[in-house]
């Protein structure tokens, strides 16, 4: 029995939809972020970085989406969420998922952790101003250069689905115009359908 | 034959680091980013991104230190750069290069790069300031948490080494006191004398 700890409206939500697509035995733990419960002790044994999502496995801890979301993938390969035997495809896959984490996130976390990387209220806001323009170009690269459609990778469903899904829930809080977006939406739309997809976000809330 | 594009200082020397040790046959295509050759028109048609490192490979391009790095290693398995039969240790190399790319890469950037999310001077100098303080907490979490030692896997090598090594030459550079890191300085030495790492440096330089 795997174990994902959640909170609701951040992106852990891409490895509950991955585990709910696998059709994984797992349970939610839904920390309390508004009583500091990620900072806590109990909480920093789990991951002593503090953030979710994490999971815990039999072999131990896992953190950080894209791991997640490929050992899912590779822990699972009845579920075909990634293509495992191809490592170019592979290749792109962890790319996309990079991509999301360590740029389209990061642009997005200036909004409301911008004190992460300044002190000053003055920066603060600078910093909020000016995630509507790098959330549009990180999103507009995704949307014309590497959502290949009808799914990120093509034909094939995988775990980036998901993971462009809840980060694009993001987008009217970041101030973009989603219209422009266009095939952002229409993937968004779809995946809000999938079954799997309702299934998790009712788990992130603690209705699992 | 595979072609890396690169320019000196920058995360691309994790990927020729990768190729080294694997014995890919590869060449190294170094910009010039003085002049701003990144963001030119030919090498957007590379990666439109406009970062460095990219991959060409015969299937296509590649992006993203991280996507890179498991590709060398599944492309060149002989080498044993990562735990490619054990989906755990598998993810845990990712996790550990995610948290590299996501995390301790983002910090950094907010020195030279922090216009990326902010356009006023005084932001810009705030967040230089607050850098050796997350360079050195990110750093730390690395140091007490992750670096299993000798390498990062452990007894094992693999392409986290290298990606490590490669960020943990800016900490002086960061402002961070890297006496009290001494696991990471300690993994740097070793690094540095490796026949490989040698090589890497000089084709980061264009002397490959």
């Not at 696998?22 to 991951?47: C, H, I, M, T, W």
Request: net charge neutral.
């Amino acid at each position: 029995m795997l174990t994902l700890y959640v909170a609701p409206g951040t992106c852990a939500l891409a490895s509950l939809i991955a585990l709910e697509e696998a059709g994984a035995p797992y349970r939610a733990v839904k920390l309390d972020f508004a009583a500091g419960e990620q900072r806590g002790e109990a909480y920093r044994r789990v991951n002593p970085k503090g953030r979710v999502p994490a999971l815990a496995t039999e072999r131990g801890i896992l953190t950080e989406t894209p791991a997640i979301l490929a050992y899912v993938a590779q822990a699972f390969p009845a579920a075909g969420l990634a293509p495992l035997d191809d490592p170019f495809a592979f290749a792109e896959l962890q790319a996309f998922n990079s991509y999301l984490c360590s740029t389209v996130h990061v642009n997005h976390a200036h909004r409301p952790r911008g004190s992460r990387w300044a002190d000053e209220e003055t920066s603060l806001a600078d910093m909020k101003r000016k995630v509507p323009e790098t959330m549009t170009a990180s999103m507009r690269l995704v949307e014309d250069d590497y959502l290949k459609g009808p799914w990120v990778l093509g034909e094939r469903y995988s775990v980036a689905d998901g993971y462009l899904f809840t980060l694009g829930n993001w987008l009217e809080g970041d101030g973009v115009e989603v219209g422009r977006l266009p095939r952002i939406l229409d993937h968004r739309a779809r995946m809000a359908a999938r079954p799997a997809v309702q299934r998790a976000r009712a788990a992130e809330q603690g209705k699992g």
